[in-house]
T-cell receptor, first 115, second 111 residues
Framework: TQLLEQSPQFLSIQEGENLTVYCNSS?????LQWYRQEPGEGPVLLVT?????EVKKLKRLTFQFGDARKDSSLHITAAQPGDTGLYLC???????????????FGKGTHLIIQP | KAGVTQTPRYLIKTRGQQVTLSCSPI?????VSWYQQTPGQGLQFLFE???????NKGNFPGRFSGRQFSNSRSEMNVSTLELGDSALYLC??????????FGEGSRLTVL
C-alpha cells in the first residue's frame, strides 16, 4: 500500500488551461514537499509546506497543505508547455527527525501541457 | 554554486556484474542519500549517509551498499546485478533539514 497517493496519475491538457493535482494519505505529516522532475533530470524542490491549512504561491503554482496535514494539492493556473513534467509529493512523517529516510514519496503525476 | 554531480549518467551492464555509482554533493552538504526510481515503484529510499556514517537504510537486499568519504562524496555499489535492478539511481544532498537537492541521476540498464 502506497503511503502517499497521487492523482491523477497522468494528465494531458492544452496550454492556457487550469489544473489541480492531489496528494493524499491517511497518515499525518509534519511537512510536505512538492518536486518537479523533467525527463532526463533529477527532481527539483518547488516548495515545502509545514502548517496545516498553509497556502504557498510560486508564480502560477499554488500549493495547499490540508488542515489535518494528511493531504496537499497543487493548482496550476494558465498552464504552459514548460510546466510539463512529473510532479512528486513527499511527506515527512511526524517524529522522523528530518532525515531522508523519513521522507515518503508518492509515485507522481505525469503532466503534459500541449501547445 | 555547483549542484549535485552524478557519474556516470548512463551505463549498461549484464546480469551478474557489479556496478559503482558516484555522487558529489553540493559544497557544505554533509548528508547524501540515494534513491532508486522505476516506473512501477516510483522513488524508493536506498540509504543515507551523514559524516561518513550510514544513518539509515531502506528495504533493499544486501547487494546494495554504499559509503561516504571524508569530503562528503558518496558511492553506491550494486553487486550480482539482476534485470530488476535496471532503474534511474538518484543521489540527493541535504543540509539535514529534509529538503533534498537531487543530481541528474545514473541510468542503469541490466541486460
Amino acid at each position: 500500500t502506497q503511503l502517499l497517493e497521487q492523482s491523477p496519475q497522468f494528465l494531458s491538457i492544452q496550454e492556457g488551461e487550469n489544473l489541480t493535482v492531489y496528494c493524499n494519505s491517511s497518515s499525518v505529516f509534519s511537512s510536505l514537499q512538492w518536486y518537479r522532475q523533467e525527463p532526463g533530470e533529477g527532481p527539483v524542490l518547488l516548495v515545502t509546506v509545514v502548517t496545516g491549512g498553509e497556502v504557498k504561491k510560486l508564480k502560477r503554482l499554488t500549493f495547499q497543505f490540508g488542515d489535518a496535514r494528511k493531504d496537499s494539492s497543487l493548482h496550476i493556473t494558465a498552464a504552459q508547455p514548460g510546466d510539463t513534467g512529473l510532479y512528486l509529493c513527499a511527506g515527512a512523517l511526524r517524529g522522523s527527525g528530518g532525515g531522508a529516510d523519513g521522507l515518503t514519496f508518492g509515485k507522481g503525476t505525469h503532466l503534459i501541457i500541449q501547445p | 554554486k555547483a549542484g549535485v554531480t552524478q557519474t556516470p549518467r548512463y551505463l549498461i551492464k549484464t546480469r551478474g556484474q557489479q556496478v559503482t555509482l558516484s555522487c558529489s554533493p553540493i559544497s557544505g552538504h554533509r548528508s547524501v542519500s540515494w534513491y532508486q526510481q522505476t516506473p512501477g515503484q516510483g522513488l524508493q529510499f536506498l540509504f543515507e549517509y551523514f559524516s561518513e556514517t550510514q544513518r539509515n537504510k531502506g528495504n533493499f537486499p544486501g547487494r546494495f551498499s554504499g559509503r561516504q568519504f571524508s569530503n562528503s562524496r558518496s558511492e553506491m555499489n550494486v553487486s550480482t546485478l539482476e534485470l530488476g535492478d535496471s532503474a534511474l539511481y538518484l543521489c540527493a544532498s541535504s543540509l539535514g533539514n529534509g529538503e533534498l537537492f537531487f543530481g541528474e541521476g545514473s541510468r542503469l540498464t541490466v541486460l
